[in-house]
């Protein structure tokens, strides 16, 4: 402490001397005025935030400041370069800039700027320029004026494209997609006058079930780029059917009639129908009993396969009072895009009459509130099924009647194979696939796969026999109740490969292992809003697994 005041008072004693000798001497030099400035705002202290037109600009008032210029420009900043260059925007000119935050407008999106600025006010010399982080740019945000494409306006071979009613400055849509020999292909279409008035243009001729990328632009100048992919078309059959527009029943009267027609049209006793079913429609699916007017099962035909379709459009929702009954020899009963509601037939299929199925087959297909199973083989009469096919569906709160999703369970019943992939399963309130007691091995494969507070108490994910069980890209997250069990397989092989669970995730027996070691967070902390039906991953290495509809890479 004495040392520190002895130099104080030495530097005080120093201090008081050129005082006084300043007091009794005139200066050698005078005072510049140019130097006598304003203090420009600290570099450090500037902020910049985006949007695709605008920029928020966040700084430290200074004292002595009235108002304040900022420029911005496409091109180099720096001392040398006059202000208001041909890239440039000057705001501030008015003395309108006063205070922090302030918002710079009609910038060009997904451009980069430099920025700069300067303390200023009346009858005082202005500061520097002070340069944002040093000389370093800040980048808009890429524009987007397109719409969302309305699956109305996405056809087999055309899209529909809308953008901002009001945007001005519009000339031309690139078009751009990858062949399937992997070439690029490009093409540009100029808007017309009335194109741009409509805000609106559609491109034809385009290919079924492929991603167009599409990027419009005011000269160079990108304004929105939106990728779609085309609607898939009808599938093949022997025979394709559109329905009427009017159409509201698949009855058994129609379901004949249209075999007939397809049989004297193709010359074909045995053959696959493909129905199409228009968009935005609710189709009941069902016989009706001659007598009391009831809904019955609607059969199929021996011999005659058949795919329902939904149209490009809005789903179409295949409503079903009663299961569908398929008796007899068919290649495949297929259900693609389209929604299905359990009017009260409990089960999709529920077989209990003799059948040899090549395919049964789910694709595209959204289901909420089905009471028993999706599929359901039981009785006596011999029953075989070569291929089980669940893909790109999302199958929600079923189970509550007490019956698996999957069931087949006796020694009359022979599935060859399961594959579920794609899909997302939530709330599902008893086992998942219920395969003990039927003939032989079946394949199980289960990829690429989101569960969300599944299996019921007591009850399996797969209560199987002797099968061959291969889970691979799956997410598995919170199970219904402390007694879910995992998987009960004979003596067949289990294997995990690239599966996760997260930490309410828990079996209280038959347990399967998750094989990734990351460490297990709540399904709360792994999705955007589980429990409103929203399963994006957020951890960006473990969005890799699950549903793809769900991931946030694009690995």
Not at 84 to 109: C, M, R, T, W, Y
Not at 190 to 197: F, N, T, V
Not at 445 to 451: K, L, P
């Amino acid at each position: 402490m004495k040392t520190i005041n002895k130099i104080f008072s030495v530097a005080l004693t120093l201090a008081l001397g050129v005082s006084v000798s300043s007091c009794t001497d005139e200066n050698d030099w005078s005072v510049d005025s140019a130097f006598d400035r304003l203090f420009g705002v600290s570099a450090d202290g500037i902020s910049v935030e985006t949007t695709a037109t605008n920029a928020t600009v966040t700084f430290k008032p200074m004292e002595g400041a009235e108002y304040y210029l900022i420029e911005i420009s496409k091109d180099s900043l720096y001392d040398e370069v006059a202000m208001g260059g041909p890239n440039a925007l000057v705001f501030g000119q008015e003395k309108d800039i006063v205070k922090s935050p302030v918002v710079l407008e009609n910038l060009e999106g997904d451009t980069k700027y430099y920025l700069r600025m300067k303390s200023m006010a009346d009858g005082k010399n202005e500061s520097r320029w002070v340069y944002y982080r040093d000389g370093q740019t800040f980048k808009t945000q890429a524009e987007q004026i397109f719409n969302e494409v309305a699956a109305a306006d996405r056809q087999e071979s055309s899209i529909r494209l809308t953008w901002t009613p009001g945007a001005e400055g519009v000339t031309n849509i690139v078009r751009m997609n990858t062949k399937s020999d992997g070439t690029k292909d490009s093409i540009s279409v100029e808007l017309s006058d009335e194109d741009k008035q409509k805000c609106e243009y559609t491109f034809t001729g385009l290919t079924p079930s492929t991603t167009y990328t599409f990027v419009i632009y005011n000269g160079e100048k990108k304004r929105g780029t939106l990728s779609v992919t085309t609607a898939a078309a009808m599938p093949d059959g022997d025979y394709k059917k559109q329905l009427p527009e009017n159409t509201t029943a698949i009855t058994q009267e129609t379901l004949d009639a249209l075999v007939a027609e397809a049989q004297a049209a193709t010359g074909l006793t045995n053959l696959g129908i493909t129905i199409g079913v228009p968009a935005g429609k609710t189709i009941d699916i069902a016989g009706v009993d001659e007598k009391t007017g009831d809904a019955t099962s609607l059969a199929v035909p021996d011999g005659i396969s058949v795919t329902f379709f939904g149209l490009a459009g809005d789903k179409p929702v295949l409503n079903m009072p009663k299961s569908l009954e398929i008796g007899g020899s068919h290649s495949y009963i297929r259900f693609e895009n389209v929604d299905i509601v359990d009017g009260g037939c409990q089960y999709i299929f529920n077989q209990s009459k003799a059948c040899s199925v090549g395919e049964i087959s789910f694709k595209g297909v959204n289901i909420t509130g089905l009471s028993r199973s999706l599929v359901r083989l039981q009785s006596d009469d011999t029953k075989t099924v070569s291929n089980i096919i669940i893909d790109d569906c999302q199958i929600t709160d079923q189970g509550k009647g007490n019956y698996a999703l999957l069931l087949f369970k006796d020694k009359s019943e022979t599935v060859e194979n399961v594959k579920v992939s794609n899909s997302t399963f939530v709330n599902l309130q008893h086992n998942f696939i219920q395969s003990n007691g039927s003939t032989g091995s079946t394949n199980i494969t289960v990829e690429a796969c989101t569960f969300y507070n599944i299996i019921g108490s007591g009850r399996y994910f797969i209560d199987g026999g002797d099968d061959n069980i291969t889970v691979q890209n799956c997410i598995f997250a919170k199970t219904a109740t402390d007694s879910s069990k995992g998987i009960r397989n004979d003596d067949g092989p289990v294997e995990m490969i690239s599966v996760y669970f997260t930490s309410d995730f828990v079996l209280s027996s038959n347990k399967f292992e998750a094989d990734l070691p990351n460490t297990p967070v709540s399904s709360e902390e792994l999705f955007e809003d589980p429990a409103n039906g929203n399963f994006t991953v957020k951890d960006e290495e473990l969005s890799v697994l699950g549903d793809p509809r769900w991931r946030t890479s694009d690995n």
